[in-house]
């Protein structure tokens, strides 16, 4: 029997019973001490009152890692790494999307090929670089291998110990050309974490089959550290669920697992989405690493892939004295003198710090003005505008590989890719690019939803009906419990103002394929994925909280939290399981 006065409070507001950890009752005449040999026994109140304190220990060591970190991040790392992990070792190499090509400009960085390489190719305008001629043979024996593949029910690999045999050479060192304009035009940043893997595979001395998985593991390790701050940073909150339903998407745990610029790019997408949603949704102000990390991040994530950058600029929407830039006294003081009245100003000068901090607080409910922050306002314009900078200096290095993408269609249309013609049919004849753009999502629509969830590599093997069912249960309900967000940090035109970047964001998508990539004349707009778009999921789902106030709420009008938390992360669980089994049973057999 428990009584009020056992109860506690965990963080979460629900009540819990603490575990005895006091000592025993001393034995009576009726209750003699235990022998020795009794204490042995499996079965006797001391061997069962062990068990019982170790897992209390264990449950209360559990319960401060969750307490620090946030469930939302543990339940992450955990199913992010095993299934990061399992994706990475049965994926065959290279079959991850454009892997070839992405693994070709990760060597070629690791090695200080920082810019695109003008290469030889009878074909037309080439870029590419120097990959060592055991690697490059086990790259042709994976594109013949995934491109011609046998009729169902066969498994697509064809001899699985060609890749055993290939995989265990030694890294040569003789090298042999290799073709990748689409991946030449992506700058350094993206493939660091794969740069560092390729390094540390040859400081080992790993085959060519190591050095593939170790870099694959090194994109992995870095998409949970980068993610992991984001979920960090909201583990105070619901909409941490969110964010954690999104980065454990089946394709984005798969694309970790895989050799490709988009395992950084969306990490910090995720990451930079997530500071988004807690300093102007929710009104909370960052702390100095997430301060730190979102001013990077403005900078990194538009030169991994320019698709994103306005998603980084958003950075200056975002009050600022909701940046962690200082907490000091003074500060506190400064707000208040320049935001209240006369009498709120001589509460601040006669009390304490504490005070002074209080009275900050409720000055700045709006985010402070303009004028309090002094320089510090200058800092996020400041790296929008180094963002905004770096952007633009890198697309006009990388401008003229787009006169080659023509050779990555087939041979008819090879000369038929022009950026600079495309672009010019958008200026002179808007309509008909409007009326493509609708034939797109007439056509393919369907397709690209789909692929949101998961079109695993160039298997092209769309994750299972029952995967995609439970991410959009996921979905539902980390929409449904989502909190209430701030009205008045997320005013309505800010929040006017996030939607129309991510309404640009995904146009920005069509009209880069649509010059990059497209014929010129071509009825649609041809390449966009659906995994395109899961970089703006988490921010664009923010704005739709901050306009639906409908939540999910229990009998007693409450938003629960523990229920649904498990339902998120089983059916997570369910997404990802049923995606490996489908694409190991079928790639396999």
Not at 298 to 319: D, E, G, N
Not at 394 to 407: E, H, I, N, Y
Not at 434 to 462: K, M, T
Not at 491 to 506: D, E, M
Request: hydrophobic share 45%; charged share 15%.
């Amino acid at each position: 029997m428990t009584t009020s006065a056992d109860r506690t409070t965990t963080d979460s507001g629900e009540e819990t019973t603490p575990t005895g950890n006091g000592p025993s009752p001393a034995p009576t005449l009726d209750q003699p001490a235990a022998s020795d040999n009794d204490a042995a026994q499996p079965n006797s109140p001391e061997a069962a009152e062990s068990r019982r304190t170790s897992r209390g220990t264990v449950g209360r060591l559990a319960q401060r890692i969750v307490t620090r970190f946030g469930a939302a991040t543990v339940a992450f790392t955990i199913l992010a790494t095993l299934f990061g992990a399992l994706f990475a070792v049965v994926t065959p190499p290279f079959w991850g999307h454009d892997e070839i090509t992405q693994f070709g400009r990760a060597y070629q960085v690791a090695h200080g090929g920082f810019l695109p390489e003008r290469i030889k190719d009878d074909r037309g305008i080439a870029y590419g670089g120097e990959v060592p001629v055991s690697i490059t043979a086990l790259m042709g024996y994976a594109l013949n291998d995934y491109t011609t593949n046998p009729e169902e029910p066969d498994e697509m690999v064809g001899d699985p110990d060609g890749y055993d045999r290939l995989g265990g050479a030694a890294v040569s060192s003789a090298t042999d050309q290799v073709w990748f304009t689409n991946t030449a035009a992506y700058s350094p940043v993206p493939y660091i974490p794969a740069s560092v893997g390729i390094r540390l595979a040859e400081l080992f001395g790993l085959n060519v089959g190591g050095m593939i998985l170790l870099t694959r593991l090194a994109g992995l390790l870095t998409y949970l550290a980068v993610v992991g701050v984001g979920l960090w940073a909201l583990r105070k909150h619901r909409v941490q669920w969110l964010a954690f339903t999104v980065a454990a998407l089946p394709i984005a745990v798969f694309q970790s697992g895989t050799v490709t610029a988009d395992t950084l790019t969306n990490a910090l997408a995720i990451m930079v989405s997530a500071l988004l949603v807690k300093a102007l949704f929710i009104g909370d102000r960052l702390g100095r690493i997430e301060t730190a990390a979102l001013l990077s991040a403005t900078i990194l994530l538009p030169i991994s892939k320019p698709t994103y950058v306005l998603l980084a600029m958003l950075i200056v929407v975002i009050p600022i004295h909701r940046f962690g830039f200082s907490r000091t006294a003074s500060d506190c003081l400064q707000v208040a003198r320049n935001n209240t009245a006369s009498d709120c100003l001589q509460v601040a000068r006669n009390n304490t710090a504490s005070d002074c901090l209080q009275v900050a607080r409720n000055s700045t409910e709006r985010g402070g003005s303009w004028s309090d922050a002094g320089w510090r306002r200058w800092i996020p314009l400041g790296f929008a505008a180094a963002g905004g900078l770096v952007f633009a200096a890198w697309m006009k290095v990388a401008a003229p590989t787009g006169d080659g993408m023509g050779l990555m269609r087939p041979q008819h249309q090879w000369n038929s890719v022009k950026p600079g013609e495309q672009l010019n049919g958008i200026l002179s004849d808007p309509l008909h690019f409007v009326n493509v753009f609708g034939e797109s999502i007439a056509l393919r629509d369907g397709r690209w939803f789909s692929q949101f969830f998961g079109e695993l590599g160039f298997s092209y093997i769309d994750v299972p009906a029952v995967s995609m069912l439970a991410c959009l249960l996921a979905f539902a309900v980390s929409v449904g419990i989502g909190d209430r967000m701030n009205q008045a940090t997320a005013t309505f035109r800010r929040t006017l103002i996030v939607a129309l970047t991510v309404a640009a964001s995904v146009a920005m998508i069509y009209v880069t394929l649509y010059m990059s990539f497209t014929p010129v004349g071509y009825y649609m707009i041809d390449g966009v994925q659906g995994r395109y778009f899961v970089p703006l999921a988490i921010i664009g789902l923010a704005v739709l909280l901050r306009w639906m106030p409908l939540r999910l709420t229990d009998s007693d009008g409450k938003t629960p939290t523990r229920g649904p938390a498990i339902t998120i992360v089983a059916a997570t669980a369910v997404a990802l399981i049923a995606a490996l089994w489908k694409y190991y049973s079928i790639v396999w057999g």
